[in-house]
Nanobody, 115 residues
């Protein structure tokens, strides 16, 4: 059974930085695509960005230039580096592993941007 576990959420001041981690149980396959999503209170879950095995990334317009996704395949871990945080970045951040036609979600980690 694949498990996806996010960590690193915290309260951070506007303009600050934070790094989230997403650890996958077992081995990440070369065909896996890892994605970060977020869901603010009362809103739908939206894609933040994703990364393929090759390292190719995609980011939503709202975070492009501020957020960076990377992966350490040896550690089965994907990271989301968030810089220049603003209040609108406040949300529960989820990691998703797409393997074939299956999606595996973590339980999320809360990021609050507030002074």
């Amino acid at each position: 059974q694949v498990q996806v576990v996010e960590s690193g959420g915290a309260l951070v001041q506007p303009g600050g930085s934070l790094r989230l981690s997403c650890e996958v149980s077992g081995t990440i396959l070369s065909s896996d695509i890892m994605g970060w999503y977020r869901q603010a209170q009362g809103k739908e879950r939206d894609l933040v960005g994703r990364i393929a095995w090759s390292g190719v990334t995609y980011y939503s317009e709202s975070v492009k230039g501020r957020f960076t996704i990377s992966r350490d395949n040896a550690k089965n871990t994907v990271y989301l580096q968030m810089n220049s945080l603003v209040a609108d970045d406040t949300a529960v951040y989820y990691c998703k592993l797409r393997r074939g036609v299956m999606d595996y979600w973590g339980k999320g980690t809360l990021v609050t941007v507030s002074s």
